[in-house]
């Protein structure tokens, strides 16, 4: 490969890298998501008598 | 029309007057400036170059707005007065208006001493450098205002104010030393009318939404 | 206590209808847009092979300014409705921007080390408007985090927003006449006509950048909207 061409795959890559980086980031957002619904949940049963 | 000129006036006045007597920011913002320049002679290297002390100075001069833009809303948050100022019948506007013509009037007078002051320390001026920095003064003060209100509601507004404007204070900052060592200055002082017009007016009507409760 | 965003929350973009068309219409453009400028697109005469990072780098920078221009849009709706959803529609979608402005520098940077053997360049005005921009919306969230929430950082914030979409012209005249003097503008990337193949590869992958960013602002509005609901109802229980 030349030099040119491994700079253009890196810039390629960069974006792959971002949108995997991304969708670490949303899939870590969704767990906390879920966590904090189930407590949510948990309280307003305790508060509305079951 | 006329009792908005009215209040805008009143409140520049009001500025003013209180600077007057109690001297708090104007004598920390002329002693900074020349401090300032001061520190830049000995951050130059001996043989730098005109150009590069020109562009010196505009740091100095954003600086030390910044300085005082930071004191822009302070009187009336000390004595916690803002609210009175924002519930009076007059056009949360001129509120702006007033406070920016106070500010420009706070920064030419630390110019005229920091003008001179560069001219002894480095090299002698041009009209265009001050007609630059004029019209500088009037972006910087415009725009200043409207972020020192936006930063008086952070928890962290000495911070945040610089934050939010130097970013703006670029263009300026381009205008100003183009301005000062082109052969042809004047596309660039088109350039700061141009940045003066835009943001003034912007920042005239956007100022009620940002100091509103 | 502040109940508005569990009423509201329907209205405004779902994640259930539009979403799906766009990843699918994003996915269908980026991969056919890459494939055309690699197998279809000929190759420049100048710069060779390394001009194809053109598209991928000018996309995104394009897609940048439209999710800034986006959420100043969302912003100046704020100010005139006062309704508060556009609050968080403005600040995803410069969420949005930042992160593609930060890909932009990036990108940018690699073509200038492969273009002129520097990783940065003064004199690509490209890349110094995006800097300018960059701080300018990093000072955004800096706005938002030291700010208590309400309708006072939410009108602060709406009002940045107008005062960055307005700095995009005027800082892109100041590079421009800094370069004249201040800067020199040795290196430029504008060149000559493109040819119609270069043109049609190159609309396509923007088509995908801007379906790809369309995309993620849903699914990071709808993150912000679950969020903010969740702490309402913390609130209300707790």
Not at chain 2, 139 to 159: D, F, K, Q, V
Not at chain 3, 2 to 29: I, K, M, Q, V
Request: charged share 15%.
């Amino acid at each position: 490969m030349s030099t040119a061409e491994k700079y253009v795959t890196g810039a390629y890559l960069v974006l792959l890298g971002s949108l995997l980086v991304y969708l670490l980031i949303i899939a870590l957002k969704v767990g906390r998501l879920e966590q904090e619904l189930a407590e949510v949940t948990r309280a307003a049963r305790e508060k509305l008598g079951g | 029309m006329s009792a908005y000129a009215a209040d805008v006036a009143a409140l520049a006045r009001k500025d003013i007057l209180l600077e007057v007597r109690s001297r708090d920011t104007l004598p920390a913002m002329l002693l900074f400036v020349v401090s300032a320049l001061t520190i830049f002679h000995f951050a130059l290297p001996s043989g730098s170059s005109e150009r590069a002390e020109t562009g010196m100075l505009w740091m100095a001069i954003v600086f030390t707005a910044l300085l005082g833009l930071t004191r822009a809303f302070a009187a009336e948050r000390e004595e916690g007065v803002l609210d009175g100022l924002v519930l009076s019948p007059c056009d949360r506007s001129a509120i702006w208006l007033g406070k920016t013509i106070g500010m420009t009037v706070f920064l030419v007078l630390a110019e005229i001493v920091a003008l001179p002051a560069f001219a002894l320390f480095f090299h002698p001026l041009s009209w265009d450098l001050v007609a630059a920095v004029a019209l500088a003064d009037i972006g910087i003060a415009s725009i200043g205002t409207l972020l020192a209100a936006i930063a008086a509601a952070s928890r962290a507004r000495e911070l945040l104010l610089p934050l939010l404007f130097l970013p703006l204070a670029i263009p300026v900052v381009i205008g100003g030393v183009g301005a000062s060592i082109a052969s042809d200055p004047a596309s660039f002082l088109g350039f700061l009318i141009l940045y003066d017009g835009v943001f003034a007016i912007l920042s005239w009507a956007s100022f009620e939404y940002v100091v509103t409760e | 206590m502040n109940t508005w965003l569990l009423s509201e929350h329907r209205r405004g973009p779902s994640l259930r209808f539009g979403a799906p068309l766009l990843a699918a219409a994003a996915f269908a453009l980026l991969v056919g847009g890459f494939a055309l400028a690699f197998y279809w697109a000929p190759e420049d005469a100048d710069q060779g092979f390394s001009q194809k990072i053109f598209y991928v780098h000018v996309p995104i920078a394009l897609t940048a300014y439209a999710c800034f221009g986006w959420g100043a849009w969302k912003a100046l709706r704020l100010l005139w409705t006062g309704e508060r959803r556009y609050d968080l529609e403005s600040y995803t979608a410069i969420h949005m921007g930042v992160i593609f402005g930060l890909l932009t520098l990036v990108t940018g940077s690699i073509w200038a080390k492969i273009s002129w053997g520097q990783w940065w360049t003064w004199g690509e005005r490209q890349l110094v408007l995006f800097l300018i921009l960059f701080l300018f919306y990093s000072s955004y969230f800096m706005l938002r985090y030291s700010t208590d929430p309400g309708p006072r950082r939410e009108r602060n914030s709406a009002v940045y927003a107008l005062f960055g979409v307005v700095l995009i012209p005027v800082s892109f005249l100041a590079v421009r006449i800094a370069g004249t003097i201040l800067h020199p503008t040795i290196f430029t990337h504008e060149g000559a006509d493109l040819p119609w193949e270069m043109l049609v590869a190159f609309i396509v992958c923007l088509a995908g950048m801007l379906s790809l960013a369309a995309t993620l602002y849903r699914v990071e509005l709808t993150g912000k909207r679950i969020d903010a609901s969740l702490r309402e109802l913390r609130e209300l229980f707790a």
